[in-house]
């Protein structure tokens, strides 16, 4: 985000807002951090396992259909100063399998303290859902902190950073919780970065943020919730805004299921024509323990 230039005689007339450092926010409970070592395997063995999950997920992530819901506001304290960005939008796929992305709902901006970027857009979309494959582990140090309980979740905990920035690409720089049953993400804390300062007034600065991740089809764990509430230091002055993104709607595209009648295949051209045959209740599946989403 930056801050627009034509508004800086409005944010002084403001009053100033307090600098602190953003504490991560809590939305499952968390027990007291055991930094003893893994039982039964090595860290190393953890870090392989879930990267090579990790690019499971990615893969199968790309074949679902979900809907995203992004609101960033501007705030004086803990209330919203009346700046707002929203926009909700599916992503689906079109006749040949492509994927698309269609905007549902998109007032006009509020916005006036900060301006969205590019690379703002960019982090929504594809870095606060994070993703760590053994395709990018490389780029990372990661440094094991210790065990701890997140609800009911069992989970290895690290603390990541990008061994260099090359060029212009954007890294996360945080904290991840792995679970240790799935060795999947189920949580993640950090900040995008590099921030980007270029002059002393040119300056596009990024938000820590906070993403939880849900058991969706019983497999994988998907990005259900991302929350970010933090000060962004210009320096022409300080800008509090909060960031809320949901993703929902989870379903799987493309599933290959064939259809009978009677005994027989019923071809695409006939389905709608043929009743459908009386489905067996199902009993619902016992869940994972989720944590709880905050309000």
Aim: charge should be neutral; proline fraction near 6%; charged fraction near 30%.
């Amino acid at each position: 985000m930056i801050f627009p230039f034509r508004y800086v005689y409005i944010r002084l007339m403001l009053p100033l807002i307090l600098a602190f450092v953003l504490l991560p926010v809590v939305r499952a409970q968390e027990s007291t951090l055991d930094k003893s070592e893994p039982k039964g395997t090595t860290v190393e063995e953890v870090i392989k396992r879930f990267a090579a999950k990790e690019k499971e997920f990615q893969a199968a992530r790309d074949l679902y259909t979900y809907r995203q819901d992004v609101k960033v506001q501007t705030l004086e304290g803990e209330t919203p100063d009346g700046g707002e960005y929203r926009q909700v939008f599916d992503v689906s796929f079109d006749d040949k399998g492509h994927k698309v992305r269609t905007v549902v709902f998109a007032p006009q901006t509020t916005l006036v303290r900060v301006v969205m970027t590019t690379e703002d857009f960019d982090d929504i979309e594809n870095r606060l859902p994070f993703v760590l494959t053994s395709d990018e582990i490389g780029e990372y140090d990661i440094l094991y902190i210790g065990q701890q309980k997140q609800d009911e979740l069992s989970t290895y905990v690290f603390d990541i950073a990008p061994k260099q920035i090359a060029g212009k690409k954007r890294y996360f720089q945080g904290r991840i919780w792995v679970d240790d049953h799935d060795f999947q993400i189920v949580k993640t804390y950090g900040k995008t970065v590099p921030d980007i300062k270029k002059k002393k007034n040119q300056e596009n600065l990024f938000p820590k943020f906070t993403t939880w991740r849900e058991q969706i089809d019983g497999k994988y764990w998907f990005p259900t919730y991302t929350r970010a509430e933090d000060t962004l230091k210009f320096a022409i002055g300080d800008i509090k805004i909060r960031e809320i993104v949901k993703y929902t709607n989870y379903q799987r595209f493309g599933s290959k299921v064939t259809i009978t009648y009677q005994g027989e295949e019923v071809k695409k051209s006939d389905q709608k024509q043929q009743p459908e045959p009386d489905k067996p209740q199902e009993k619902p599946e016992q869940d994972k323990p989720q944590p709880e989403k905050p309000q």
